[in-house]
């Protein structure tokens, strides 16, 4: 098996990615400013929603029910998508989906394919993979174009260019589409891009997209977009080829009505998306002739396997949770080390990677439940990141690392009365040196990193408990369950202290 | 009623201030406070920073001393949301039948303070003094595990002589985390840098929350920065009056 999840396994830790990051003045101001307006959008029609939480309620109920039966909804996707024209392949990882996908366009003559944005392609690595075998891969989504022509990765689930500003695109078009002249107005930016996306529309007659919604019943795909570009992979190739994570199934196409309220709504604040299509084999005359949809796994059956994180293949990608998040807004995407960022992606990433890489992506949250709140399908990210910090703790950690040997220290402090007694009076003598004017402003080892940036004050002369025996003992006659009187008494003594 | 004082580990460490004025105010009001001197820690650290095994005998420990409690008062968000929130599937995991219903029946008599005050105690005005400027700084703990809702704020626009101004980005994370703010400390340095810009835009002198911890974080920034604020958990607001000012003003 060879499970990748792009560059993932290759990527630094989370916290050392985003120290040139946080560096980039330019990309954080892009960050905030991108995710605040899509969060404001999302806000307003999220908020006239009346039966909003209901939705949610049953769009996790779907998922979950979904993922409980998949073996069998896959197969029915399969029969009828088969049935009615399609070809459906099996795909246990990264690499034999890429082999599939190239192995298709040599079979159709092709060197060239279009793509409709999917980050299950990214995930897979599959440009890289048909460059290898001498395909060109163009992309067709704005943001992708912008991040293809620009050298650069996907920072986004939904918005994969959301960390460039307009002026950096338009320095971007201008070199690679050789327009010295154009201006930064958006319209001149979509126009060059429209310009020179039509000709590849025409030409090149192979597409390849992703999939939002596989419907099992009907064996049909469903894909939602903004821009219309999807629209013209999916209708304008003589062949088309799907790539879909097997949790994309769903099993009737009137759960549609649940899916497509909750993920335009979530994912870029529209009611509606303006491109919903949705297609089911081929149909002689009308669009592509020769119809393919490769089902992977890359790691999700082990997703699927762990009762505690299962939820994870709930998710419908809509980056709700990282428009939300507060790490994310400083970081942007690229610190999570692959396609998947924000919140999921601390948690898709490390699971698929069947948690042998990607092991600071679970502790690169303050698990603050912003992800959770905004979440449609209702995965409680937060829970799912405990888990597996728990496992990379287990699993990963060496008994010697300093920080295990802190927490066991102080696990073994907190389970005894007297030991955390004596800890609370040494740390009050051993602080002392580090100690000026009752602050404390640059600690040794981890604790360093706390006053970097923080002052901490010294531990008082007196700690909680030590105020309380004290007063305990000038009240000798105050029996805990004393009667009122008595207890006022004693705070008015406190009051005179 | 009797109250069992949770003081947390950090706060009888760190804070003894933030209990003294819990015990002062629930006093004040007519309950009586205990105290457990066994207590410790409720397991929160190791269990959100992956040391789940650790943290079980610090549940079994804290269910052991509060089993037979009438109500639990803890001024601390997240150590509530670590009781309300894992302890039942810790309990589960243990298989230990006891343990689950002990659990089950302890955990509605579990109360962060401000709970305790409007929910179980029916009181929204404690007669509490405080002629500050003070900026409210919901946690997100209390904010999304607890859903405190204005809970707080209810209590506080109630204190004779306060000037109470809204934090703006009042549902963003501080970015303290626990040991996020150790493990990511860039990262939690940002965060803090944003949650400090807001604090001062509100030009209080008093920055308060019912979690501690996060406070620890805000103000150490800003006393690094010699910013002219100070912190105060909520019950430090809520239990001087206006006598013990005038007591102070003739000491």
Redesign the interface.
Known sequence: MTIRVGEAEHAPSFQKAALPLLEDAQLRRNVRHATDVIQRKRGIVVHETEDWQELRTAGSAIKAHTLRYLDQYLLQFEEACTAAGGYVHWAGDADEANRIIVDLVKQYSGSEVIKIKTMTSEEIGLNEALEQAGIRAHETDLAEVINQLGGDTSSHIVAPALHKNRSQVREIFRERMNLPGLSDDPEALTAAARHYLREKFLRVKIGVSGANFLVAEAGSVCIVESEGNGRMCLTLPEVLISIAGIEKVIPRMRDMEVFLQLLPRSATGERMNPYNSLWTGVRAGDGPQHFHVVLLDNGRTGILADPESRQTLQCIRCGACLNTCPVYRQTGGHAYGSNYSGPIGAIVTPQLLQMRQAQSLPFASTLCGACYEVCPVKINIPEVLIHLRGRVVREQKSALDPEALAMKTAAAIFTSRRRFEAAQRLGRIAQWPMVSHGWMRNLPGLLGNWTRVRDLRALPKQTFREWWKKRAKHAPNTPASAPLRAARKLSEDIGRD | M?VSLF?T?Y??????A???AV??LL??L??????E?????C?Q???????????M??MR?FVDIYKDAEAICIPSSSCVAMIR??YPKMAAESADPGLIRTVDALLPRVYELTELLVKRLGVEDVGAYFPHRVTYHAS??S???LHLGDLPLRLLRNVRGIDLVDLPNI???C??????????????????ADKMKDVENTGAEVITAVDTSCL??IF??L??QRGGVRMAHIAEILAPTE??AA?GARA
């Open positions: 009797r003081i580990c706060n009888d460490t760190l804070f003894p933030t209990g003294q015990v002062r006093e004040r007519g309950h009586t406070v205990e105290f001197p066994e207590q410790t820690c397991g650290m190791h269990y959100n920073t992956g040391y789940q095994r650790e943290a005998p610090l420990r929130d894992h997100c703990h904010q999304r595990s549902d963003r994370c970015g303290f985390g626990g040991t996020f703010a150790i493990k990511m400390g860039d990262i939690s340095a940002a965060m803090l620890m974080h150490g920034g006393h690094r006598s013990d007591e």
